[in-house]
């Protein structure tokens, strides 16, 4: 069993594919139209054949409750692994991207969050290398 697909609840499309493209850095891989909405998603330059982030219209009732708790809690929906965690800061800084958290050394990770323009929190994190256990 493999991760194949995950979504993420966007309040509109078009933006969140500029965002996720343009400014993450994301490859569109289906942009396919289904009435007023499409199956929009976005694949890793990194692995353009692994899973794929669906792009979801946030129009059903439950979204917006949960999407505000979230956020409200400060707890991301979302999470992208970096390798350098600092040149990605400065990077998405320079690109206007709001940071909630910036990089915090958690320990086993550095990590930080940002606003994602479309209703979400997004974590970002650099893993540490395990310390030799001898």
Not at 2 to 11: A, G, K, P, Q, Y
Not at 38 to 61: K, N, R
């Amino acid at each position: 069993m493999r991760l194949n697909l995950m979504s993420v609840f966007v309040n509109d499309q078009r933006a969140a594919l500029a965002f996720y493209t343009d400014v993450l850095g994301f490859i569109k891989h289906h942009d396919i139209p289904l009435g007023a909405a499409s199956w929009l998603t976005v694949v890793s330059p990194e692995s353009p054949d692994g899973p794929e982030l669906l792009l979801e219209p946030a129009g059903h009732p439950a979204v917006k409750p949960y999407r505000d708790a979230l956020v409200a809690d400060g707890i991301p929906l979302v999470q992208f692994a970096v390798d350098d965690l600092e040149a990605e800061h400065r990077r998405l800084t320079d690109k206007g991207v709001v940071f909630t958290m910036p990089p915090t050394d958690v320990g086993t990770a550095i990590i930080a969050v940002i606003d994602d323009t479309c209703g979400n929190l997004v974590q970002l994190v650099e893993a540490k290398p395990a310390a030799d256990a001898g």
